[in-house]
């Protein structure tokens, strides 16, 4: 059995979101603030059945909640239909056991299970926080907001103080068990079935890594030390053996330290009877020290590191971060296995991890990514199903698509979109997108917006373009201007980009195409643009048959006239802007560096009556032209298909 799906309504920024939980391990990634852990809270949240605070409410549903308090304050709808009505925060759990044997138990999902149909294979569980508080407590807790004096009144500062004051009294969780034939037919379960099902386990971002005296709870030395209490029985046989040993080490020391602290002890207190207390008729005073080294060594067990050829230590702190990260995410994942084994082993083990990239350099990032799931198998005899977030492209380019969710930011709430569902829909371009992001340091899933460009001297210049566009004015159309955005900047070329769109226009997030007209005589030969009939460019043929309305693998040749003739609307498809060279002062270049040259023709010695032959570009080095201008004459000339292109990305809004 597995946990297939999750539905959550109201909160935070999750109004109506659902997420599509993989086998194995699910990774969540997108921009800040896109609720990317809010999922993991919830689940935390309800499993220890914590309270529901007025922060956890989402901000788009606390008016129309106002609203329905008013109208029932003025009984323009009974309690029951306020009930019914409002706006529950809750969250659903559907199970798969379509995979298991009929015939094995299902423990810990049993209980959940309230459909008498043998061929159903899914199971339901419904947690929400529902109004718990009598109609007359809640009248009496928001008299004084919506009547004064007998009167109607609206004090909407007022509603919210009471709300915040008193939220958990309002609410309280409910646990339900519903059939997936029947949603009206529904069971009440408790907490502890619940909790026997889902196991579950969080690192959060904020990883304490210190360890020498460290008393939090996930420290390093509480970790290791927790093979004290732990049962025999349930511990690794690997390691059993030798943790009696260690114990009955403990306990004989424990014996000898404490028959020697008592002696000594004694001997000091009894120098002290001349003080006058005790006499002979009071009870005499003794010493029994109760020392326990186990203690000692929970508190004072620190990790430390070791020279193989000097046989020297060395403490934990002479070592990286990013190392003691890691080796803290170790321990704390075999800490959870062990606690799994002490449970019902039918049971389905949820595990959060957030952010694991902290402090690691890309290759420990990448090397992470790649062995977690043996690493799971091996610490553990039941399947664990495990939640990451992260904004590391190399923890991202290293997880299977098909596992990815991108957590999408719009005006309705964040949605968590399946990234399998798009590789179903678009195998042809599947194979190409996952090698680029595997080969590349993709920052896609955690931008703003996109810039697709062709080569070196793009890439190099857009940044600076960027900054003078800005220094002009062109930005300020918006008040959150595109140089304080977060934008990727990727080089993909003319060749590839249309392989790109569909997925970015999945995505939701707008996306710039900075491309070369590469104008051709014919399907072989090249041309400068004014004697040019077609063009070498895929991603600009692609744009044309979409908006010719033909077959996207079409074999027909694109005229030239027909891509220089298109228009502003033409050039956007869904969330995508494209833009290639254009003419000015009379004269269109073919490429990046021949628009350059063209508006900045005193730099490159090109005076009087110019052709477009003389703006071709013949250097070895594209990085060297792009770094020549920067350097050489800072006050250069954008083209302007550049600009118009800028301007048209500031401009576009990132929620959808």
């Known amino acids: 059995m597995r946990l297939s799906n999750i539905k959550i309504k109201n909160y935070r920024l999750l109004i109506d979101a659902e997420l599509k939980v993989d086998d194995s391990i699910t990774l969540i990634v997108g921009r800040n603030n896109t609720a990317k852990t809010s999922c993991a809270e919830l689940i935390d949240k309800v499993l220890k059945n914590r309270a529901l605070s007025y922060d956890d409410y989402p901000l788009k549903k606390r008016k129309y909640a106002y609203i329905l308090l008013a109208q029932f304050m003025r009984n323009k709808i009974s309690f029951e239909n306020l009930c019914k009505i409002f706006p529950l925060t809750a969250i659903d759990f559907y199970v798969d056991y379509s995979l298991d044997d009929p015939n094995m138990n299902l423990g810990a999902l049993s209980p959940f299970i309230i459909d008498v149909d043998v061929d159903s294979t899914m199971a339901i569980i419904h947690a929400e926080y529902s109004i718990k508080i009598s109609e007359d407590s809640l009248r009496i807790m928001f008299e004084t907001c919506f009547f004064e004096n007998n009167k109607f009144v609206c004090k909407p500062e007022d509603v919210r103080d009471v709300s915040i004051a008193n939220f958990a009294k309002i609410f309280g969780l409910n646990i339900y068990a519903i059939n997936p034939k029947n949603e009206n037919d529904n069971q009440l379960k408790t907490q502890k079935e619940l909790v026997d099902l889902f196991p579950f386990y969080s690192i ?66 009894n120098r002290a009877v001349g003080f006058g207390y005790p006499n002979a008729e009071e009870l005499q005073l003794g010493v029994n020290t109760r020392l326990q080294i186990d203690d000692q060594i929970k508190d004072k067990t620190e990790l430390t590191y070791t020279s193989v050829e000097m046989g020297e230590s060395l403490p934990s702190s002479h070592n990286g971060l990013g190392y003691k990260n890691l080796i803290k995410i170790e321990f704390m994942l075999a800490d959870f296995a062990e606690k799994i084994k002490l449970g019902n082993l039918a049971c389905i083990p949820l595990l959060f991890i957030e952010e694991p990239e902290s402090h690691m350099h890309p290759q420990m990032q990448h090397t992470f990514a790649g062995y977690l799931e043996k690493f799971l198998r091996e610490i553990s005899d039941v399947h664990i199903q495990t939640f990451l977030t992260s ?47 595997t080969l590349s340091r993709c920052d896609l899933f955690f931008a703003d917006k996109v810039i697709f460009v062709e080569g070196a001297s793009e890439r190099l210049l857009l940044p600076d373009m960027i900054e003078k566009c800005d220094r002009d004015g062109l930005f300020n159309a918006k008040k959150y201007k595109l140089p304080s955005q977060y934008y990727a900047l990727i080089e993909i070329g003319g060749a590839y980009a249309n392989k790109f769109i569909p997925f970015v226009n999945f995505l939701g997030i707008p996306c710039l195409i900075l491309t070369d007209i590469d104008s051709m005589e014919d399907g072989r030969t090249k ?82 009556s110019i052709t477009e032959e003389d703006l071709e570009f013949t250097d070895k080095s594209k990085t060297d032209f792009a770094l020549n201008l920067v350097c050489a004459n800072p006050n250069y000339i954008i083209p302007k298909y550049i600009k118009d292109g800028l301007v048209w990305l500031n401009e576009q809004n990132v929620l959808v």
């Open 391 to 437: 904004h590391s492209a190399h923890i991202a380019n290293n997880i299977e698509f098909s596992k990815i969710r991108y957590a999408q930011k719009t005006i309705k709430g964040v949605i968590y979109k399946n990234l399998n569902t798009f590789a179903k829909d678009n195998e042809g371009n599947m194979d190409f997108i996952n090698k680029y992001l």
């Open 527 to 608: 041309a400068i643009v004014s004697k040019g009939k077609t063009t070498s460019n895929a991603t600009l043929k692609w744009w044309m048959r979409k908006v010719k309305g033909l077959p996207e693998n079409g074999t027909s040749t694109i005229d030239l006239a027909e891509i220089i003739a298109l228009t502003d609307a033409q050039k956007t498809i869904g969330k995508c802007h494209i833009e290639f060279q254009v003419k000015e002062q009379g004269l269109c270049g073919r490429s990046l560096e021949e628009a350059v040259k063209n508006v900045n023709r005193n730099h490159y010695g090109l005076k009087g």
């Open 204 to 269: 959060p971002a904020e990883r304490m890594l210190g360890e020498n005296g460290d008393h939090n709870i996930n420290s390093l030395g509480t970790l290791i030390s927790g093979y004290f209490s732990a049962d025999i029985e349930n511990l690794d046989p690997k390691v059993s053996e030798e943790v009696k040993i260690l114990r009955k080490t403990v306990e004989d020391a424990n014996i000898k330290l404490q028959r020697q602290s008592s002696e000594l002890l004694g001997t000091i207190v």
